[in-house]
């Protein structure tokens, strides 16, 4: 059996590593968290010294160290690109080779220099390094985790080394490529340039089009179809790259975009127009489209099942949830991490099951461990770190604390919740999350404005129990990682009146929808997290003793952190949020703190220089 491997992501956005031993995922961790920078990109240092700290092991312990992409094929990309295009983008090419021709070329000369000074060794100590393709990363991280023994597997994101959407047939312990759409054809490019074009950050923004496109209507679709992409009735498709810049340029639409869609795009901390709010929705119906699409052909092709998925447009769960409900699978599986984080995970599984052929087969739940894979407290540095804060807590046992719990949500404060191992990917489940009454009207508002300090039209998922989801919401099965979309069910809803049908755009938001408010979005739907006793035992008692308490099974749930900011990874970094916010209460493993007990202090702003909006 080989020894332990460990997998890598950098030096684009979201590096990360995750570590493998006797074929199971041993350890897995962002680099952001540790730096408190969103997105890090650069080699991830602290991620893979705590992966190894984790499992008690050294450098040389290894089999071989994979990384996610193949930077050679990478840059025969660009080159071809750059003269495809030519004399266009000669500016960004420019810029561009310096940065490749110094660093990037010389990518496997650059990990083994950042590992021997991470292992304090000389190279020729180093395990072997190995190199998958970006989407044989994505493709890894979605079947060989997954509880399916045989699968149709679909990546879709902004560009690998050239894939942009590639299908593959996953069996056992051996992934089959199929086919691919190449760049600059892409639907996660076409979905970032309205995120461009409407504000927001590219990369990271994306999600906050998804959130703002029920408040729109779909009224540019047709101009989408008819000028920007061809959509084919098998899902592939073929964009006029005349309407983008990203191939060659510094920008992500052209002024040819501009023209089609009447202005300039919105400048970044604009005011959100009922424009943005259209253009929202309509990509958003043009992206289930085409996802719902691919799906259909997949498995018509490959005759399979169930598929799963992987990629950045994999965490688009409006898209995940329509092709659940329409599409023609039995059910979906999709990666948590799917992002370029989860591809340190895909390389390191594709390595254990494909160059060292182990055995595999699938189980009835998945091997993500719920996506809990990063570091946990130790109850000393949960203590050293409230001595240095000067903290004023309590511990309690969960018998007391729970209870508690339930009664302060229950009276409509928040809480800020700490416990067991950070979540690996871009959702907090219920190690790192900010927590509180999904029936209480005010409760998404005071959230966004006064705790994560971001745009009010922002909706907040549920975190409900796994026995209890479909007494909520329209969906008949498991959804642990926060990646499916369901509506809320009739019974729950709450009528409209003539006044209240007449809103238009973000006056919506102030019509309660259903008797749990806080998490249904305007459209009458919410993103779900069915919360298990087996991945997360005291997440799961606690909302058992919020439903013994009020009768309702469903809490609020979003991320422990303030707008772009990484998740909270430390206790220090808890208390530090908690105290620049207007969380009531935090919860640290057997901690509570209240807020009002605190030691009186200035509130430090730093935080909104320090973190750079997303």
């Known amino acids: 059996m080989p020894k332990p491997i460990l997998g890598l992501s950098a030096y684009y956005h979201d590096s990360a590593a995750a570590l493998v031993v006797d074929g199971q995922i041993a350890a897995a961790a962002q680099e952001e968290r540790f730096t408190r920078k969103k997105h890090d990109a650069r080699f991830p240092r602290h991620a893979v010294s705590w992966c190894l700290s984790e499992a008690g092991l050294q450098l040389s312990d290894l089999e071989c160290v994979v990384f996610y992409e193949k930077p050679l094929i990478k840059f025969e990309r660009l080159l071809e690109t750059y003269l495809s295009?030519?004399?266009?983008?000669?500016?960004?090419?420019?810029?561009?080779?310096?940065?490749?021709?110094?660093?990037?070329?010389?990518?496997?000369?650059?990990?083994?220099?950042?590992?021997?000074?991470?292992?304090?060794?000389?190279?020729?100590?180093?395990?072997?390094?190995?190199?998958?393709?970006?989407?044989?990363?994505?493709?890894?991280?979605a079947f060989f985790p997954s509880p399916f023994q045989r699968a149709a597997v679909l990546c879709m994101d902004g560009v690998g080394e050239w894939a942009t959407t590639s299908v593959w047939l996953g069996e056992g312990n051996r992934l089959v490529p199929k086919w691919q759409i190449n760049f600059p054809h892409s639907l996660g490019l076409l979905y970032s340039a309205f995120t461009y074009y409407t504000g927001f950050k590219v990369n990271s923004g994306e999600y906050k089009l998804m959130g703002l496109a029920p408040y729109g209507e779909p009224k540019y679709v047709e101009q989408i179809l008819n000028h920007l992409v061809e959509l084919k009735e098998d899902g592939t498709f073929h964009l006029d790259?005349?309407?983008?810049?990203?191939?060659?340029?510094?920008?992500?639409?052209?002024?040819?975009?501009?023209?089609?869609?009447?202005?300039?795009?919105?400048?970044?901390?604009?005011?959100?127009?009922?424009?943005?709010?259209?253009?929202?929705?309509?990509?958003?119906?043009?992206?289930?489209?085409?996802?719902?699409?691919?799906?259909?052909?997949?498995?018509?092709?490959?005759?399979?099942?169930?598929?799963?998925?992987?990629?950045?447009?994999?965490?688009?769960?409006?898209?995940?949830?329509?092709?659940?409900?329409?599409?023609?699978?039995?059910?979906?599986w999709i990666q948590p991490a799917a992002g370029d984080a989860g591809g340190a995970l895909g390389a390191a599984l594709a390595a254990w099951y494909e160059q060292?052929?182990?055995?595999?087969?699938?189980?009835?739940?998945d091997r993500m461990r719920g996506s809990y894979l990063g570091p946990r407290a130790s109850d000393e540095a949960i203590l050293r770190d409230f001595a240095t804060a000067g903290a004023v807590y309590e511990r309690l046992d969960d018998a007391?604390?729970?209870?508690?719990?339930?009664?302060?949500?229950?009276?409509?404060?928040?809480?800020?919740?700490?416990q067991g191992g950070m979540e690996f990917g871009p959702r907090a489940l219920g190690?790192?999350?900010?927590?509180?009454?999904?029936?209480?009207?005010?409760?998404?508002s005071v959230m966004n404005l006064k705790i994560k300090y971001r745009e009010s039209f922002r909706p907040f998922a549920p975190a409900v129990?796994?026995?209890q989801v479909s007494n909520y919401f329209e969906i008949d099965r498991a959804s642990p990682y926060m990646l499916l979309v369901a509506p809320v069910k009739e019974s729950l809803r709450l009528p409209m009146s003539d006044s209240q049908k007449a809103l238009f755009g973000i006056e919506?938001?102030?019509?309660?929808?259903?008797?749990?408010?806080?998490?249904?979005?305007?459209?009458?739907?919410?993103?779900?997290?069915?919360?298990?006793?087996?991945?997360?035992?005291?997440?799961?008692?606690?909302?058992?003793?919020?439903?013994?308490?009020?009768?309702?099974?469903?809490?609020?749930?979003?991320?422990?952190?303030?707008?772009?900011?990484?998740?909270?990874?430390?206790?220090?970094?808890?208390?530090?949020?908690?105290m620049n916010t207007e969380m009531d209460y935090l919860v640290v493993e057997g901690y509570l703190l209240d807020k009002t007990q605190q030691p009186q202090q200035p509130r430090d702003d730093s935080w909104k220089k320090e973190f750079e909006l997303d």
Request: charged fraction near 20%.
């Open 241 to 332: 790259m005349s309407y983008f810049n990203y191939a060659t340029g510094l920008t992500m639409t052209s002024r040819k975009f501009d023209e089609l869609f009447g202005g300039p795009p919105r400048k970044p901390e604009g005011t959100v127009t009922q424009r943005e709010m259209d253009l929202a929705r309509s990509i958003q119906e043009v992206t289930d489209m085409a996802v719902l699409r691919l799906g259909r052909t997949v498995q018509r092709e490959l005759g399979v099942d169930y598929l799963c998925l992987a990629g950045g447009v994999a965490l688009n769960c409006v898209a995940n949830g329509r092709l659940l409900r329409e599409g023609p699978f039995r059910d979906l």
């Open 465 to 467: 129990l796994a026995d």
């Open 85 to 141: 295009f030519a004399p266009r983008g000669l500016t960004s090419f420019l810029a561009a080779m310096p940065v490749w021709l110094r660093e990037k070329l010389n990518m496997k000369g650059e990990l083994k220099r950042e590992l021997a000074e991470l292992g304090g060794c000389g190279r020729a100590a180093l395990p072997k390094l190995l190199f998958a393709e970006h989407h044989q990363s994505h493709a890894a991280s």
């Open 356 to 365: 060292y052929d182990q055995p595999r087969t699938a189980s009835a739940t």
């Open 431 to 444: 190690g790192r999350s900010i927590i509180g009454d999904p029936r209480n009207p005010r409760m998404q």
């Open 508 to 578: 919506k938001l102030n019509a309660p929808r259903s008797s749990i408010p806080a998490v249904t979005h305007v459209d009458y739907s919410a993103r779900i997290q069915t919360v298990h006793r087996e991945t997360n035992p005291r997440f799961f008692e606690l909302l058992s003793a919020f439903h013994q308490r009020t009768g309702c099974a469903v809490l609020v749930n979003t991320s422990f952190n303030v707008r772009g900011e990484p998740i909270v990874c430390t206790p220090a970094d808890a208390y530090r949020c908690f």
């Open 400 to 418: 007391q604390l729970l209870p508690r719990l339930a009664e302060i949500m229950a009276a409509g404060h928040v809480v800020g919740w700490f």
